[in-house]
């Protein structure tokens, strides 16, 4: 059965799985699929160049498909996390160092940007004791409804 699909696969066949798998990726939300096309490309174009039998490209396809699985979750994806804190605890957010937008003395209230969102919003409405003035820096000390309670820095 070997000598059959020898005969009958050909490089293009390799082009076409990839492509295939790569838009199955739309599907998944891991990358999965996409290394496992981008692996069955490569296949096809070595097999353009180099003449191959069946099982020398199941094995290569296996080879680069594994190799370049370990290179994306080992090393590319963690790098990419998200540097957001949505869905992490109030902890997380304690200690958070923001700027001061806009302030108003008589209630002791304003707006603190962070230079990335947190839990979902790079802008927080937030109380203070302390006086700011716009551009100032405040550190997240408590959490008090949809407000921050903040201090100066």
Request: no cysteine; charged share 20%; proline share 3%.
């Amino acid at each position: 059965m070997v000598e059959w699909l020898d005969a009958y696969i050909m490089y293009w066949h390799w082009v076409v799985l990839g492509i295939v798998l790569a838009g199955a990726e739309i599907f998944a939300p891991s990358f999965f699929l996409l290394w496992l096309g981008v692996s069955a490309v490569v296949v096809g174009v070595i097999s353009y160049f180099i003449d191959l039998s069946f099982s020398s490209e199941i094995i290569l396809w296996g080879i680069l498909s594994f190799s370049s699985l370990i290179v994306w979750f080992k090393f590319i994806a963690p790098s990419m996390k998200t540097k957001t804190l949505s869905g992490m605890s109030r902890e997380a957010l304690i200690g958070q160092e923001g700027t001061v937008t806009e302030f108003s003395k008589s209630v002791l209230k304003g707006r603190l940007r962070f230079p990335a969102p947190v839990v979902g919003n790079d802008e927080w409405g937030f109380r203070s004791e302390d006086e700011f003035t716009a551009g100032d820096r405040a550190i997240v000390t408590e959490i008090s409804g949809n407000d921050l309670i903040v201090r100066k820095k």
